[in-house]
């Protein structure tokens, strides 16, 4: 499919981040420095992969990281001249209950990877897709795996529900609110935290998908 790429600059949508050696979400409130934790019991979102882009990627001390995209998603180019570049995916998340509106998702870690490439496979067969509509993502554990480099945790990524694109916020984000969770029974959102806080046990256990 065709890349929409910005190449004229513009504003930047607030991001999240997942810390695969932490095994935690958190997201970046826009204007401010602290980055907002997600539990994962709340780690519930639209994921527009339709647009997903693929491409080389290098962070950068204090700055936004750079990306070269590729042309295609999924079709990789040559890598950049230089260190540090590494190949990963960016794509758009939405949740107004979870994520406190549109962030951006980029990473290049392999624990990360690897599920998501797997989630799009289950996008792209999927006959929802055919008919337009965007999955709505829910990250239900993290699961510890050990290597030579030590360990990280994998997010779970499940499906739970489809809704149509003109109902979601990159048409009209008014009417998403009615599609996302609302966790009653659940506590409020942490508190602001630093993005490598150690993992708590609870965030290893399934707290089973919210009702839609």
């Known amino acids: 499919m065709p890349l929409d790429l910005n190449t004229t600059g513009g504003d930047f949508t607030p991001y999240i981040a997942y810390n695969a050696k932490a095994g935690r979400w958190a997201y970046k409130v826009d204007g401010q420095d602290q980055l907002v934790d997600v539990p994962l019991e709340r780690m ?13 990627v290098i962070y950068k001390p204090n700055s936004a990281p750079e990306k070269i995209y590729d042309e295609a998603a999924g079709v990789r180019g040559p890598k950049p001249d230089g260190d540090g570049w ?36 289950t996008y792209e067969a999927a006959p929802e897709k055919a008919k ?13 795996v050990t290597s030579k480099y030590g360990t990280n ?10 809704v149509d694109r003109k ?27 630093p993005a490598a806080a ?15």
């Open 44 to 56: 519930v979102a639209v994921w527009d992969l339709e647009n997903l882009k693929t491409g080389w």
């Open 86 to 121: 590494k190949h990963g995916i960016e794509v758009l998340l939405f949740s107004s209950k979870n994520l406190d509106g549109e962030k951006e998702l980029t990473t290049t870690a392999v624990a990360a990877l690897r599920p998501f490439s797997a989630l799009y496979d």
């Open 132 to 144: 337009g509509q965007l999955p709505v993502v829910h990250c239900a554990r993290t699961v510890p």
């Open 153 to 162: 945790y994998e997010p779970e990524l499940k499906i739970v529900a489809w």
């Open 167 to 193: 109902d979601t916020p990159w048409t009209d984000a008014a009417k998403l609110a009615a599609s996302t969770p609302t966790q009653t029974s659940q506590p409020p959102a942490a508190p602001a935290t």
């Open 198 to 212: 150690t993992p708590p046990p609870a965030q290893q256990t399934n707290q089973g998908a919210p009702d839609f």
